[in-house]
């Protein structure tokens, strides 16, 4: 199983950018997928995840009202849409897949993508 995470950059506070996690060697469908993050000296985080019956965790509520995941099985990619971006929300980004199909805590995670970068600045 490869995820392969991407879709970052740079951009200014207040805008967007969509993140992909394309998954390869297996079929996402029954698939939790979530998104994490980790910003330089502090530990990963939790941001969203979508289970295999498309309901949504927010492990993060800062990211409330900013972001929403979403996931396309016919393309076996899972994307996060972050709107409003914020300084803080800087970091390297990770998808992550738990094959129990849901959304369960970060250790139970088996397969991680390389993360991509976002960096919020002006």
């Known amino acids: 199983v490869q995820l392969q995470a991407s879709g970052g950059g740079l951009v200014q506070p207040g805008g967007s950018l969509r993140l992909s996690c394309a998954a390869s060697?297996?079929?996402?469908?029954?698939?939790?997928i979530g998104w994490f993050r980790q910003a330089p000296g502090k530990e990963r985080e939790g941001v969203l995840c979508?289970?295999?019956?498309?309901?949504?965790?927010e492990y993060s509520d800062s990211v409330q009202d900013r972001f929403t995941i979403s996931r396309d099985n016919a393309k076996n990619t899972v994307y996060l849409q972050m709107n409003s971006l914020k300084v803080e929300d800087t970091a390297l980004y990770y998808c992550?897949?738990?094959?129990?199909?849901?959304?369960?805590?970060?250790?139970?995670?088996?397969?991680w993508g390389q993360g991509t970068l976002v960096t919020v600045s002006s």
């Open positions: 979508i289970n295999k019956l498309y309901e949504n965790t």
């Open positions: 060697g297996v079929t996402l469908d029954y698939y939790a």
């Open positions: 992550a897949a738990d094959s129990s199909g849901y959304c369960r805590g970060i250790y139970d995670y088996e397969y």
